[in-house]
């Protein structure tokens, strides 16, 4: 088979994201709705990294990985929402090559380091319910540092490789993007060179940001099943299963929600399944981690409460 024709190739230096809608009245309405949650994440987990760091009661692995999971989510909705906002304000819907993939490397990046956090917290929840005479050395802080150099190095290295691959792709005239980001599928599907080598980047990456997490997390989650199930006290049970119930909330959210928009009947559009997939991972996801690990956690809302200057249980009147 021979090369692609160049006829159609041209020099890129912009790409139109079409967003969710191309309605000129809905904008408005999509502009307060994302603006909203955007700023509802952004001071959430900002509250929840300044908890930790100023309360000493919680330096401690779990709210370690807590605040680092906040500072990603943080990052990863960063990535992408002021964009989209700034396009929706100047009613614009460029965005430069450059800064094209700048986002998809930060997008790819922070996304794969959420994977990578929730399934080391399911570790550290499996150390300490399965293994607590062993949880100080297992967990050490030098440990834990550890860990989380080798999931930003994990995360790093595929992304900036598949960001690299995608600057020797020649794309054609048409450069739409039917999404509010730089999604790497649709980037592929506008190329008019040979892109096999980008798409088996993007299965190695599906396969260890997503899979290989997920078989982690459902891993350690058997095992404290069967430990909690074996204490003999509905009351003993009951305190070891609380211990991750917020972090198991997540996951389930998480990965609940990407099954869910994945496994839809495939009549259902292709690009509708990809911008509510994207929708709930870069926006409502982040939003709700907040709420849901200080809603229910009394030491984080004493935390809260300190950061504020009262004495008082945050939430509590």
Not at 205 to 217: K, Q, S
Request: glycine share 6%.
């Amino acid at each position: 088979m021979g090369k692609p024709s160049l006829v159609n190739q041209t020099a890129v230096s912009d790409f139109l994201l079409l967003g969710l809608s191309e309605r000129i009245e809905e904008q408005p309405l999509l502009f307060g709705l994302f603006l909203g949650m955007y700023l509802v994440t952004m001071v959430g987990n900002l509250l929840i990294i300044l908890a930790i760091s100023a309360d000493p009661h919680l330096h401690t692995p779990m709210y370690f990985f807590l605040a680092n999971l906040s500072l990603t989510d943080v990052c990863f909705t960063s990535a992408s929402i002021p964009k989209m906002l700034a396009n929706i304000h100047m009613q614009s819907q460029t965005i430069s090559y450059s800064g094209c993939l700048a986002q998809l490397y930060f997008l790819l990046m922070f996304g794969g380091l959420d994977n990578c956090l929730l399934a080391v917290m399911a570790y550290d929840r499996y150390v300490a319910i399965c293994q607590p005479l062993h949880y100080s050395a297992a967990m050490s802080p030098r440990l834990c540092a550890l860990m989380l150099g080798v999931c930003w190095v994990l995360t790093n290295c595929p992304a900036l490789m598949h960001t690299l691959l995608l600057t020797r792709v020649a794309f054609c005239a048409q450069t739409a993007i039917p999404h509010f980001y730089c999604d790497p599928s649709a980037l592929l599907k506008l190329a008019c060179s040979d892109t096999r080598l980008n798409e088996l980047m993007i299965i190695f990456l599906g396969l260890m940001f997503l899979t290989v997490p997920l078989m982690l997390i459902v891993f350690s989650y058997a095992r404290i099943s069967w430990a909690v199930f074996g204490i003999s006290s509905p009351e003993g049970r009951w305190k070891a299963f609380s211990t991750c119930a917020s972090h198991l909330t997540v996951v389930l959210l998480f990965y609940g929600s990407l099954m869910g928009v994945y496994l839809l009947p495939p009549s259902t559009h292709s690009t509708e399944r990809g911008s509510r997939a994207a929708v709930l991972y870069m926006v409502i996801i982040p939003m709700l981690n907040p709420f849901i690990y200080s809603l229910r956690n009394r030491d984080m809302k004493e935390a809260l409460g300190k950061l504020f200057g009262s004495g008082k249980t945050f939430f509590s009147p």
